[in-house]
Protein backbone atom coordinates (compact mmCIF):
# COMPACT_ATOMS: atom_id res chain seq x y z
CA UNK A 1 0.00 0.00 0.00
CA UNK A 2 1.49 3.12 -1.14
CA UNK A 3 0.36 6.84 0.30
CA UNK A 4 -0.12 9.23 -2.06
CA UNK A 5 1.36 12.45 -0.52
CA UNK A 6 -1.13 15.58 -2.46
CA UNK A 7 -2.74 18.99 -1.37
CA UNK A 8 -6.33 18.68 -0.73
CA UNK A 9 -8.78 20.16 -3.05
CA UNK A 10 -11.50 22.00 -1.24
CA UNK A 11 -13.92 21.39 -4.32
CA UNK A 12 -13.21 17.69 -3.23
CA UNK A 13 -13.73 17.82 0.50
CA UNK A 14 -16.69 19.86 0.09
CA UNK A 15 -18.13 17.12 -2.16
CA UNK A 16 -17.56 14.62 0.34
CA UNK A 17 -18.91 16.69 3.16
CA UNK A 18 -22.58 17.27 1.14
CA UNK A 19 -22.53 13.70 -0.22
CA UNK A 20 -22.08 12.20 3.42
CA UNK A 21 -23.61 14.22 5.32
CA UNK A 22 -21.09 16.61 6.90
CA UNK A 23 -21.81 20.08 5.85
CA UNK A 24 -24.43 21.23 3.58
CA UNK A 25 -24.63 24.72 2.02
CA UNK A 26 -27.51 26.47 3.64
CA UNK A 27 -30.83 27.51 1.96
CA UNK A 28 -29.77 25.32 -0.88
CA UNK A 29 -33.20 25.09 -2.43
CA UNK A 30 -33.78 28.33 -2.51
CA UNK A 31 -29.89 28.77 -4.37
CA UNK A 32 -28.51 29.23 -1.27
CA UNK A 33 -27.11 31.93 1.32
CA UNK A 34 -23.59 32.95 0.49
CA UNK A 35 -21.12 32.29 3.56
CA UNK A 36 -23.71 30.12 5.28
CA UNK A 37 -23.51 26.01 5.89
CA UNK A 38 -25.53 23.60 7.95
CA UNK A 39 -24.16 20.57 9.92
CA UNK A 40 -25.86 17.13 8.63
CA UNK A 41 -26.11 14.27 10.60
CA UNK A 42 -22.29 13.13 10.55
CA UNK A 43 -21.38 16.94 10.79
CA UNK A 44 -22.96 17.82 13.91
CA UNK A 45 -21.40 14.60 15.96
CA UNK A 46 -18.27 15.88 14.33
CA UNK A 47 -18.54 19.46 15.74
CA UNK A 48 -20.14 18.10 18.63
CA UNK A 49 -17.11 16.11 19.52
CA UNK A 50 -14.92 19.12 18.78
CA UNK A 51 -16.56 21.15 21.32
CA UNK A 52 -16.79 18.42 23.61
CA UNK A 53 -12.94 17.84 23.81
CA UNK A 54 -12.15 21.39 24.13
CA UNK A 55 -14.65 21.65 27.20
CA UNK A 56 -13.10 18.42 28.76
CA UNK A 57 -9.45 19.45 28.01
CA UNK A 58 -9.62 22.79 29.21
CA UNK A 59 -12.72 22.93 31.81
CA UNK A 60 -13.45 19.23 33.27
CA UNK A 61 -9.66 18.45 33.45
CA UNK A 62 -8.52 21.57 35.27
CA UNK A 63 -9.56 23.47 38.57
CA UNK A 64 -8.99 26.27 37.71
CA UNK A 65 -11.41 27.13 34.46
CA UNK A 66 -15.19 27.73 35.01
CA UNK A 67 -18.43 27.62 32.66
CA UNK A 68 -20.65 30.39 31.01
CA UNK A 69 -23.05 30.36 28.44
CA UNK A 70 -24.20 34.30 28.31
CA UNK A 71 -26.52 36.06 25.81
CA UNK A 72 -26.39 37.14 22.67
CA UNK A 73 -28.41 40.13 22.87
CA UNK A 74 -26.53 42.26 25.35
CA UNK A 75 -26.85 45.93 26.53
CA UNK A 76 -25.55 48.18 23.76
CA UNK A 77 -23.31 50.58 26.26
CA UNK A 78 -21.63 47.19 26.49
CA UNK A 79 -20.08 47.17 23.01
CA UNK A 80 -19.62 51.12 22.93
CA UNK A 81 -17.47 50.22 26.32
CA UNK A 82 -15.21 47.89 24.69
CA UNK A 83 -14.61 49.81 21.61
CA UNK A 84 -16.23 47.62 19.32
CA UNK A 85 -18.87 50.29 17.99
CA UNK A 86 -15.57 52.58 17.13
CA UNK A 87 -12.56 50.16 16.43
CA UNK A 88 -14.47 46.90 15.21
CA UNK A 89 -13.80 47.94 11.41
CA UNK A 90 -12.27 46.63 8.28
CA UNK A 91 -11.01 48.51 5.28
CA UNK A 92 -13.17 48.81 2.80
CA UNK A 93 -12.76 49.23 -0.81
CA UNK A 94 -15.56 48.86 -3.76
CA UNK A 95 -14.51 48.26 -7.72
CA UNK A 96 -15.98 51.16 -9.60
CA UNK A 97 -16.47 48.75 -12.82
CA UNK A 98 -17.87 45.39 -11.16
CA UNK A 99 -18.96 46.90 -7.83
CA UNK A 100 -17.66 44.32 -5.81
CA UNK A 101 -15.92 44.87 -2.37
CA UNK A 102 -12.87 43.71 -0.76
CA UNK A 103 -11.09 44.02 2.00
CA UNK A 104 -8.26 46.47 1.25
CA UNK A 105 -5.68 44.24 3.41
CA UNK A 106 -6.11 41.27 2.04
CA UNK A 107 -5.68 42.30 -2.20
CA UNK A 108 -2.04 41.79 -3.06
CA UNK A 109 -2.19 44.75 -5.85
CA UNK A 110 -4.03 47.80 -6.42
CA UNK A 111 -7.04 46.71 -8.83
CA UNK A 112 -9.61 44.78 -8.51
CA UNK A 113 -9.09 40.92 -8.27
CA UNK A 114 -12.24 40.38 -10.24
CA UNK A 115 -11.84 42.55 -13.03
CA UNK A 116 -9.20 44.31 -13.27
CA UNK A 117 -11.55 47.64 -12.24
CA UNK A 118 -10.33 50.75 -10.34
CA UNK A 119 -10.73 50.48 -6.51
CA UNK A 120 -12.39 52.99 -4.55
CA UNK A 121 -10.58 54.89 -1.43
CA UNK A 122 -11.00 52.53 1.65
CA UNK A 123 -13.35 53.63 4.27
CA UNK A 124 -13.33 51.62 7.49
CA UNK A 125 -16.22 49.00 7.74
CA UNK A 126 -18.19 48.08 11.17
CA UNK A 127 -18.21 44.32 11.43
CA UNK A 128 -21.41 44.01 13.62
CA UNK A 129 -24.79 43.25 12.42
CA UNK A 130 -27.23 45.56 14.01
CA UNK A 131 -30.63 44.55 15.19
CA UNK A 132 -33.69 46.56 17.06
CA UNK A 133 -35.35 45.29 20.51
CA UNK A 134 -38.76 45.51 20.38
CA UNK A 135 -41.39 46.79 17.60
CA UNK A 136 -39.93 50.09 17.06
CA UNK A 137 -37.17 50.44 14.62
CA UNK A 138 -35.64 53.44 16.56
CA UNK A 139 -31.79 54.25 17.85
CA UNK A 140 -33.29 53.96 21.38
CA UNK A 141 -34.11 50.43 20.29
CA UNK A 142 -30.64 49.54 18.52
CA UNK A 143 -28.49 45.94 19.43
CA UNK A 144 -26.12 44.36 17.92
CA UNK A 145 -25.47 40.33 17.34
CA UNK A 146 -22.38 39.72 19.31
CA UNK A 147 -18.77 39.46 17.49
CA UNK A 148 -17.10 37.84 20.00
CA UNK A 149 -18.53 35.72 23.02
CA UNK A 150 -15.39 37.40 25.63
CA UNK A 151 -17.91 40.59 26.81
CA UNK A 152 -19.96 38.44 28.35
CA UNK A 153 -17.36 36.78 30.15
CA UNK A 154 -15.88 40.07 31.37
CA UNK A 155 -19.49 41.67 32.31
CA UNK A 156 -19.81 38.81 34.28
CA UNK A 157 -16.71 38.56 35.93
CA UNK A 158 -18.17 39.82 39.09
CA UNK A 159 -21.09 37.67 39.47
CA UNK A 160 -18.81 34.45 39.02
CA UNK A 161 -16.00 35.56 41.21
CA UNK A 162 -18.81 35.60 43.56
CA UNK A 163 -20.48 32.76 42.74
CA UNK A 164 -17.15 30.29 42.91
CA UNK A 165 -14.72 32.49 45.34
CA UNK A 166 -11.81 31.83 42.94
CA UNK A 167 -8.73 32.99 43.47
CA UNK A 168 -6.48 34.00 41.08
CA UNK A 169 -5.29 32.80 38.08
CA UNK A 170 -8.68 31.35 37.35
CA UNK A 171 -10.64 31.64 33.89
CA UNK A 172 -14.23 31.36 32.65
CA UNK A 173 -14.64 29.08 29.67
CA UNK A 174 -17.93 29.83 26.83
CA UNK A 175 -18.92 28.34 23.71
CA UNK A 176 -21.36 30.19 21.56
CA UNK A 177 -22.58 31.39 18.53
CA UNK A 178 -21.06 34.73 17.27
CA UNK A 179 -21.85 37.34 13.98
CA UNK A 180 -19.41 39.21 12.20
CA UNK A 181 -20.87 40.83 8.91
CA UNK A 182 -17.29 39.84 6.76
CA UNK A 183 -16.52 41.98 3.53
CA UNK A 184 -15.00 39.14 1.79
CA UNK A 185 -15.69 35.21 3.14
CA UNK A 186 -14.51 32.11 1.40
CA UNK A 187 -13.31 28.63 1.16
CA UNK A 188 -15.74 26.51 2.34
CA UNK A 189 -16.64 27.15 6.16
CA UNK A 190 -12.99 29.03 6.78
CA UNK A 191 -14.11 32.77 6.79
CA UNK A 192 -18.62 32.60 7.49
CA UNK A 193 -20.23 35.49 8.89
CA UNK A 194 -22.26 33.04 11.61
CA UNK A 195 -19.86 31.21 14.00
CA UNK A 196 -19.19 29.40 17.02
CA UNK A 197 -16.59 30.34 19.60
CA UNK A 198 -14.69 28.65 22.17
CA UNK A 199 -13.15 31.27 24.24
CA UNK A 200 -11.48 31.55 27.41
CA UNK A 201 -10.56 34.84 29.56
CA UNK A 202 -7.89 33.42 31.95
CA UNK A 203 -7.35 36.27 34.64
CA UNK A 204 -3.90 36.67 36.09
CA UNK A 205 -1.83 39.12 38.30
CA UNK A 206 -0.37 41.94 36.83
CA UNK A 207 3.38 40.93 35.85
CA UNK A 208 2.62 37.19 35.67
CA UNK A 209 0.87 37.77 31.97
CA UNK A 210 3.37 37.00 29.56
CA UNK A 211 4.32 33.96 31.72
CA UNK A 212 0.71 32.46 31.17
CA UNK A 213 0.24 33.55 27.68
CA UNK A 214 3.10 31.73 26.62
CA UNK A 215 1.58 28.79 28.64
CA UNK A 216 -1.34 29.17 26.57
CA UNK A 217 0.08 29.33 23.62
CA UNK A 218 1.72 25.51 24.40
CA UNK A 219 -1.26 23.99 25.42
CA UNK A 220 -3.57 25.41 22.55
CA UNK A 221 -1.05 23.81 19.93
CA UNK A 222 -0.90 20.61 22.40
CA UNK A 223 -4.92 20.24 21.97
CA UNK A 224 -4.72 20.15 17.87
CA UNK A 225 -1.73 17.92 17.38
CA UNK A 226 -3.29 15.57 20.81
CA UNK A 227 -5.79 15.04 18.28
CA UNK A 228 -3.70 13.89 15.68
CA UNK A 229 -3.03 17.00 13.50
CA UNK A 230 0.04 17.01 12.01
CA UNK A 231 2.43 19.25 14.01
CA UNK A 232 4.56 20.44 10.75
CA UNK A 233 1.09 22.10 9.62
CA UNK A 234 0.68 24.15 12.60
CA UNK A 235 2.73 27.03 12.95
CA UNK A 236 2.77 30.17 15.71
CA UNK A 237 2.38 33.84 14.32
CA UNK A 238 3.09 36.75 16.10
CA UNK A 239 1.65 39.77 15.49
CA UNK A 240 3.20 43.08 14.83
CA UNK A 241 3.09 46.12 16.21
CA UNK A 242 0.53 47.83 13.80
CA UNK A 243 -1.93 44.57 13.87
CA UNK A 244 -2.46 44.74 17.34
CA UNK A 245 -6.10 45.05 18.40
CA UNK A 246 -6.76 48.61 20.71
CA UNK A 247 -6.82 46.19 23.70
CA UNK A 248 -3.42 43.81 22.79
CA UNK A 249 -0.16 43.91 25.13
CA UNK A 250 0.66 40.81 22.77
CA UNK A 251 -1.48 38.28 20.21
CA UNK A 252 -0.57 35.51 18.15
CA UNK A 253 -2.42 33.45 15.85
CA UNK A 254 -2.29 29.59 15.71
CA UNK A 255 -1.98 29.18 11.77
CA UNK A 256 -2.63 25.80 10.00
CA UNK A 257 -1.37 25.19 6.44
CA UNK A 258 -4.51 25.15 4.51
CA UNK A 259 -4.72 24.28 0.67
CA UNK A 260 -4.70 27.83 -0.18
CA UNK A 261 -1.98 28.71 2.52
CA UNK A 262 -1.52 29.58 6.42
CA UNK A 263 -4.54 30.52 7.98
CA UNK A 264 -5.77 31.19 11.13
CA UNK A 265 -7.49 28.42 13.39
CA UNK A 266 -7.16 30.51 16.55
CA UNK A 267 -5.54 33.69 18.37
CA UNK A 268 -4.28 33.83 22.33
CA UNK A 269 -4.23 37.43 23.22
CA UNK A 270 -2.55 39.24 26.11
CA UNK A 271 -5.49 41.67 26.61
CA UNK A 272 -3.89 42.78 29.75
CA UNK A 273 -6.85 45.01 31.88
CA UNK A 274 -8.50 46.87 29.06
CA UNK A 275 -11.68 45.08 29.76
CA UNK A 276 -12.10 45.29 32.85
CA UNK A 277 -11.54 48.52 32.90
CA UNK A 278 -13.46 49.75 30.47
CA UNK A 279 -16.75 48.20 32.00
CA UNK A 280 -15.72 49.53 35.21
CA UNK A 281 -15.46 52.73 33.93
CA UNK A 282 -19.10 52.53 31.73
CA UNK A 283 -20.84 50.84 34.32
CA UNK A 284 -19.67 51.87 37.64
CA UNK A 285 -19.74 49.07 39.09
CA UNK A 286 -16.32 47.89 40.53
CA UNK A 287 -14.94 44.78 38.80
CA UNK A 288 -11.63 44.36 40.58
CA UNK A 289 -10.28 41.33 42.59
CA UNK A 290 -9.25 41.57 46.16
CA UNK A 291 -5.63 40.30 46.76
CA UNK A 292 -5.78 38.48 50.22
CA UNK A 293 -1.47 38.17 50.29
CA UNK A 294 -0.93 41.49 49.59
CA UNK A 295 -4.49 43.03 51.28
CA UNK A 296 -5.10 44.96 47.78
CA UNK A 297 -7.59 45.46 45.43
CA UNK A 298 -6.49 44.80 42.03
CA UNK A 299 -7.75 44.88 38.09
CA UNK A 300 -6.37 41.14 36.78
CA UNK A 301 -4.77 41.20 33.11
CA UNK A 302 -6.80 38.92 30.72
CA UNK A 303 -4.98 36.19 29.03
CA UNK A 304 -7.37 35.11 26.14
CA UNK A 305 -7.51 31.62 24.39
CA UNK A 306 -10.02 32.01 21.01
CA UNK A 307 -10.87 29.43 19.05
CA UNK A 308 -13.61 29.20 15.88
CA UNK A 309 -15.35 25.37 16.21
CA UNK A 310 -15.85 26.09 12.60
CA UNK A 311 -12.61 26.36 11.61
CA UNK A 312 -11.09 23.86 13.88
CA UNK A 313 -13.47 21.26 12.21
CA UNK A 314 -12.08 22.65 8.48
CA UNK A 315 -8.60 21.44 10.11
CA UNK A 316 -9.46 18.38 11.88
CA UNK A 317 -11.31 17.65 8.12
CA UNK A 318 -8.36 18.40 5.78
CA UNK A 319 -5.48 17.14 8.12
CA UNK A 320 -7.26 13.66 8.44
CA UNK A 321 -8.49 13.64 4.37
CA UNK A 322 -6.02 11.00 2.66
CA UNK A 323 -6.05 9.23 -0.37
CA UNK A 324 -4.49 6.06 -0.90
CA UNK A 325 -3.98 3.56 -3.84
CA UNK A 326 -4.44 -0.23 -2.94
CA UNK A 327 -4.66 -3.34 -4.74
CA UNK A 328 -7.79 -5.41 -5.04
CA UNK A 329 -8.61 -9.03 -5.00
CA UNK A 330 -8.41 -8.80 -8.97
CA UNK A 331 -4.55 -7.15 -9.01
CA UNK A 332 -6.44 -4.13 -9.61
CA UNK A 333 -5.57 -0.54 -8.40
CA UNK A 334 -7.89 1.81 -6.76
CA UNK A 335 -7.81 5.03 -4.92
CA UNK A 336 -9.09 4.76 -1.01
CA UNK A 337 -10.70 7.60 0.33
CA UNK A 338 -10.48 7.90 4.76
CA UNK A 339 -10.44 10.55 7.07
CA UNK A 340 -8.29 9.40 9.57
CA UNK A 341 -9.84 11.31 12.27
CA UNK A 342 -9.03 10.88 16.08
CA UNK A 343 -11.49 8.40 17.51
CA UNK A 344 -12.44 10.79 20.03
CA UNK A 345 -13.57 13.09 17.33
CA UNK A 346 -15.00 10.29 14.56
CA UNK A 347 -18.48 11.25 14.06
CA UNK A 348 -19.17 7.16 13.82
CA UNK A 349 -17.11 5.32 16.62
CA UNK A 350 -18.17 2.01 15.79
CA UNK A 351 -19.69 0.26 12.76
CA UNK A 352 -21.46 -2.62 12.61
CA UNK A 353 -21.67 -4.24 9.66
CA UNK A 354 -23.49 -8.08 8.76
CA UNK A 355 -21.72 -9.68 5.64
CA UNK A 356 -25.16 -9.39 3.49
CA UNK A 357 -28.39 -8.91 3.98
CA UNK A 358 -29.47 -13.13 4.75
CA UNK A 359 -31.77 -13.00 7.11
CA UNK A 360 -30.02 -15.57 9.15
CA UNK A 361 -27.61 -12.90 10.22
CA UNK A 362 -29.75 -10.51 10.52
CA UNK A 363 -30.93 -11.37 14.16
CA UNK A 364 -27.33 -11.97 15.47
CA UNK A 365 -25.98 -8.64 13.83
CA UNK A 366 -28.69 -6.29 15.55
CA UNK A 367 -28.16 -8.55 18.65
CA UNK A 368 -24.84 -7.50 18.47
CA UNK A 369 -25.11 -3.69 17.59
CA UNK A 370 -28.35 -3.74 20.56
CA UNK A 371 -24.90 -5.16 23.03
CA UNK A 372 -22.39 -2.38 21.52
CA UNK A 373 -24.93 0.11 21.39
CA UNK A 374 -26.21 -0.36 24.78
CA UNK A 375 -23.09 -0.71 26.99
CA UNK A 376 -22.31 2.09 27.62
CA UNK A 377 -18.34 1.73 27.06
CA UNK A 378 -18.67 3.15 23.68
CA UNK A 379 -18.31 6.94 24.06
CA UNK A 380 -20.17 7.67 20.73
CA UNK A 381 -22.06 7.13 18.29
CA UNK A 382 -22.77 3.54 16.81
CA UNK A 383 -23.98 3.07 13.33
CA UNK A 384 -25.48 -0.36 11.83
CA UNK A 385 -25.20 -0.27 8.08
CA UNK A 386 -26.51 -3.57 5.64
CA UNK A 387 -26.91 -1.55 2.77
CA UNK A 388 -25.25 -2.61 -0.54
CA UNK A 389 -21.86 -5.11 -0.80
CA UNK A 390 -19.69 -5.38 2.28
CA UNK A 391 -16.53 -3.68 -0.15
CA UNK A 392 -18.72 -0.58 -0.29
CA UNK A 393 -19.67 -0.11 3.24
CA UNK A 394 -16.06 -0.51 4.11
CA UNK A 395 -15.29 2.25 1.59
CA UNK A 396 -18.69 4.46 2.86
CA UNK A 397 -17.03 3.87 6.71
CA UNK A 398 -13.41 5.04 5.50
CA UNK A 399 -14.61 8.07 4.11
CA UNK A 400 -16.54 9.36 6.74
CA UNK A 401 -13.43 8.19 9.07
CA UNK A 402 -15.19 5.57 11.37
CA UNK A 403 -12.18 4.02 13.69
CA UNK A 404 -13.70 0.36 13.77
CA UNK A 405 -15.49 -1.67 11.47
CA UNK A 406 -17.49 -5.11 13.39
CA UNK A 407 -18.51 -7.61 10.63
CA UNK A 408 -20.83 -10.33 11.33
CA UNK A 409 -20.31 -13.24 9.19
CA UNK A 410 -21.94 -16.42 9.00
CA UNK A 411 -19.00 -18.63 10.71
CA UNK A 412 -20.35 -15.78 13.24
CA UNK A 413 -23.21 -18.30 14.01
CA UNK A 414 -21.43 -20.90 14.83
CA UNK A 415 -18.31 -19.45 16.72
CA UNK A 416 -19.71 -16.78 18.36
CA UNK A 417 -16.98 -14.70 17.17
CA UNK A 418 -17.02 -11.43 14.63
CA UNK A 419 -14.14 -9.50 12.70
CA UNK A 420 -13.15 -6.17 14.09
CA UNK A 421 -11.29 -3.87 10.86
CA UNK A 422 -9.06 -1.19 11.66
CA UNK A 423 -9.57 1.83 9.46
CA UNK A 424 -6.59 3.00 8.90
CA UNK A 425 -4.25 0.12 8.71
CA UNK A 426 -7.41 -2.20 7.39
CA UNK A 427 -5.67 -4.85 9.61
CA UNK A 428 -8.95 -7.76 10.69
CA UNK A 429 -8.65 -9.55 13.80
CA UNK A 430 -11.19 -12.10 15.60
CA UNK A 431 -12.80 -11.52 18.37
CA UNK A 432 -15.39 -13.30 20.47
CA UNK A 433 -18.31 -11.55 21.03
CA UNK A 434 -18.08 -12.04 24.68
CA UNK A 435 -14.74 -9.90 24.57
CA UNK A 436 -16.10 -6.99 21.91
CA UNK A 437 -17.34 -4.67 23.93
CA UNK A 438 -14.06 -4.83 26.01
CA UNK A 439 -11.67 -5.09 22.69
CA UNK A 440 -13.73 -1.88 21.40
CA UNK A 441 -13.53 0.20 24.04
CA UNK A 442 -9.46 -0.44 24.33
CA UNK A 443 -8.95 0.47 20.78
CA UNK A 444 -11.09 3.52 20.80
CA UNK A 445 -8.65 5.32 23.50
CA UNK A 446 -5.52 3.17 22.55
Same mark, same amino acid.
Given at each position: MVTTESRVDLDKLASLCKRRGFIFQSSEIYGGLASTWDYGPLGVE????????????????????????????MHPDVWRASGHVGNFTDPLVECRQCHQRFREDHLEGPSCPNCGGDLTEARQFNLMFKTFIGSVEDQAAEAYLRPETAQGIFVNFENVLNATRKRLPFG?????????? =????????????EFEAMEIEYFVMPGEDEEAHDKWIEDCVGWYTGLGVNPDRIRVRNHDADELSHYSKATCDLEYLYPWGWGEIQGVANRTDYDLKAHSEASGQNLTYFDQDSGQRIVPYVIEPAAGVDRSVMTFLVDA???? =??????????????????????PVKVAILPLSRNERLAPTARKVFQTVRTSG??????????????????????EIGTPLCVTVDFDTIDDDAVTIRYRDTMEQVRVPISELVERLSQDLVA
Open positions: LKNNVKNSWWRTFVWSRDDIVGLDASILIAQIGKAFRN =EITTGNFIFRTRYTEE =EVSTPSGKTETRVLLKLHPELARIPGFVQYDDTQSIGRRYRRQD
